[in-house]
T-cell receptor
């Protein structure tokens, strides 16, 4: 079993929809939870990160972490065609230079 | 501008050849990483280095080799021992310590065996 499992997708929604992207994990020692966005044929870029449990909001994006359930989510409100990309969740134990563990990604298409 | 530069963007390899992918960063990051990404899959760690002249194997190191002679550079060699090297290769770097866990990625090298 993988340490991080991500809803596989693909996901296709109409413009303006609310999107929910989800990951579960098995290692209770993870402290940092990140969401990366990757456009086709490009490198991933960090969208948001959260330390420990709780919510974090940035514009149309909200990251949610529930450590008791080992479950994280990314919500996108008022989705736009420019949000069409692959979204990768990632987790790490700390901010030292150790490795992060990535989910397999969910590909989202927002149709105009 | 600070960032990570990977070259080349596209690379073609013949069967039995070794090829080297370049990764350079000017972010003054101590840690650097190489990932492999196959279609529909996430990132799998090949090698990482937290300090010059030291590196560790990741989850899929077989058939790959690296060096870290300079802080700014972390080249990856795909050897002939790697049986299925066609993939998208991503290099990343990260600041050590602090409160910010972000890894910065290059734009990738797409390697194809011909």
């Amino acid at each position: 079993q993988k340490e991080v499992e991500q809803d596989p997708g693909p996901l296709s929604v109409p413009e303006g929809a609310i999107v929910s992207l989800n990951c579960t994990y098995s290692n209770s020692a993870f402290q940092y939870f990140m969401w990366y966005r990757q456009y086709s044929r490009k490198g991933p870029e960090l969208l948001m990160y959260t330390y420990s449990s709780g919510n974090k909001e940035d514009g149309r994006f909200t990251a949610q972490v529930d450590k008791s359930s080992k479950y994280i989510s990314l919500f996108i409100r008022d989705s736009q065609p420019s949000d069409s990309a692959t979204y990768l969740c990632a987790m790490s134990l700390n901010t030292n230079a150790g490795k992060s563990t990535f989910g397999d990604g969910t590909t989202l298409t927002v149709k105009p | 501008d600070g960032g990570i530069t990977q070259s080349p963007k596209y690379l073609f390899r013949k069967e039995g050849q070794n090829v080297t992918l370049s990764c350079e960063q000017n972010l003054n990051h101590d840690a650097m990483y190489w990932y492999r990404q196959d279609p529909g899959q996430g990132l799998r760690l090949i090698y990482y280095s937290q300090i010059v002249n030291d590196f560790q194997k990741g989850d899929i190191a077989e058939g790959y080799s690296v060096s870290r002679e300079k802080k700014e550079s972390f080249p990856l060699t795909v050897t002939s021992a790697q049986k299925n090297p066609t993939a998208f290769y991503l290099c990343a770097s990260k600041h050590q310590g602090g409160t910010f866990p972000e890894a910065f990625f290059g734009q990738g090298t797409r390697l194809t065996v011909v």
